[in-house]
Every structure is written in structure tokens, then in C-alpha cells.
């Protein structure tokens, strides 16, 4: 059994940066993906990042190069920089581990851009 435990979400001013943590405890194995989805209020959860253990990563297109997703392997922990952010990456996020064809999910952390 693996559990997802967030961190770091909150209210930031458009243009301005948060980070997010998601540390997994169980065991996770060495072949997995871990990142975050988000959904946003009136809308459908989307794949924001993801990282797979071999370190390769993947964006959404709205967050290419503001968005970086980093892991800690040694914590299994990842992290989620966020920048520049706009009104429209107000959502929760949700960490999430797929392990061959099991997904774990964190609770969910919100994150309200706003002025």
C-alpha cells in the first residue's frame, strides 16, 4: 500500500510562484510515474506533470516552461516549481503514483491564483 501525502498549496498574486510536495511512503518500487493532475473549478481534471522513475518528464502545454516537475528519489518524494502563475492554474492539484496499473492519490491541495 502506498500513501500520498501533499504539501505547499495556497493563495499566491498572478505572476507569482509556489511549490508543491508530494511525499510517498510504502514502497514505490523502480518502474512508476508520479505527478500531479489538477482540476479547476468548472472544469475536467487534467495531467499537469508527470515524472517517470527513469527521470523522463512530460507536460500540459499550458504550464510548459513555467511549470518543473523534480524528484528526490532517496525521499520519494517529488516537487512540483510552479512560476508565473495566472488565474487559470486556480485548482486542486492531486499528486498522484501509478504503479503498473495501480494509482495512488494524494488529498489534493488547492491553489488560488488571485489579486
Known amino acids: 500500500q502506498v500513501q500520498l501525502v501533499e504539501s505547499g498549496g495556497g493563495l499566491v498574486q498572478p505572476g507569482g510562484s509556489l511549490r508543491l510536495s508530494c511525499a510517498a511512503s510504502g514502497s514505490i518500487a523502480n518502474n512508476y510515474f508520479m505527478g500531479w493532475y489538477r482540476q479547476g473549478p468548472g472544469k475536467q481534471r487534467e495531467l499537469v506533470a508527470r515524472i517517470h522513475s527513469g527521470g523522463s518528464t512530460n507536460y500540459v502545454d499550458s504550464v510548459k516552461g513555467r511549470f518543473t516537475i523534480s524528484r528526490d528519489s532517496a525521499k520519494n518524494t517529488v516537487y512540483l516549481q510552479m512560476n508565473s502563475l495566472k488565474s487559470e492554474d486556480t485548482a486542486v492539484y492531486y499528486c498522484?503514483?501509478?504503479?503498473?496499473?495501480?494509482?495512488?492519490w494524494g488529498q489534493g491541495a488547492p491553489v488560488t491564483v488571485s489579486s
Open positions: 498522484f503514483v501509478r504503479i503498473v496499473m495501480t494509482t495512488y
